[in-house]
């Protein structure tokens, strides 16, 4: 109500109820829009949800398992992975794709949105296309084209992102 174009929220499947707010406020391709967090949640309500900000607790999970494995476990201690070591990392159409794809996922998206995988989809890649170009003082900018260019800036630490831990919190 505060005239947001896009909420960034928190939580995971917690804050589903932030995208089912995101959605009474207008139709899908229309102001305003919702990222996902935590998982691909691009399906949640097709047309609203820009992307999904994915943290991909499996990559700990195998990271940890084999060190084990390897026999340099280190516990007690943190192992931060970013997007160079794929623990986190944007949704594309890629991570839409499996979601869609995989037979009980599938019963649920279609069951939660009413509608059938291939409209979900056809709703995503809309808005994407929407969002694909925009023009900022003059200069035009394919958006998923600079997404992916930033992610690649960060994977070779041309751009340094902050890690919050104990001691900078």
Do not use: C, H
Not at 33 to 60: C, T, Y
Not at 89 to 103: A, M, R
Not at 112 to 134: Q, S, Y
């Amino acid at each position: 109500d505060a005239g947001a174009d896009v909420l960034l929220r928190g939580a995971g499947e917690t804050g589903l109820g932030d995208i089912d707010a995101v959605a009474e406020r207008g139709e899908g391709g229309e102001l305003p829009f919702v990222l996902g967090v935590d998982a691909n949640q691009d399906w949640v309500q097709p047309g609203k949800v820009i992307a999904s900000m994915r943290e991909l607790v499996n990559i700990g999970t195998y990271t940890a398992i084999k060190q084990a494995y390897e026999d340099n476990f280190q516990g007690g201690t943190v192992i931060y992975l970013g997007m160079e070591d794929g623990g986190i990392g944007i949704s594309d159409l890629t991570d839409l794709d499996v979601w869609l794809n995989d037979p009980i996922l599938k019963l649920i998206i279609e069951e939660d949105t009413g509608m059938t995988v291939a409209e979900v989809r056809t709703l995503v890649v809309d808005m994407r296309d929407d969002w694909a170009n925009v023009t900022i003082d003059d200069t035009d900018y394919a958006v998923w084209d600079v997404i992916a260019d930033m992610q690649q800036d960060i994977i070779d630490g041309d751009i340094i992102v902050p890690v919050a831990n104990a001691d900078n919190i």
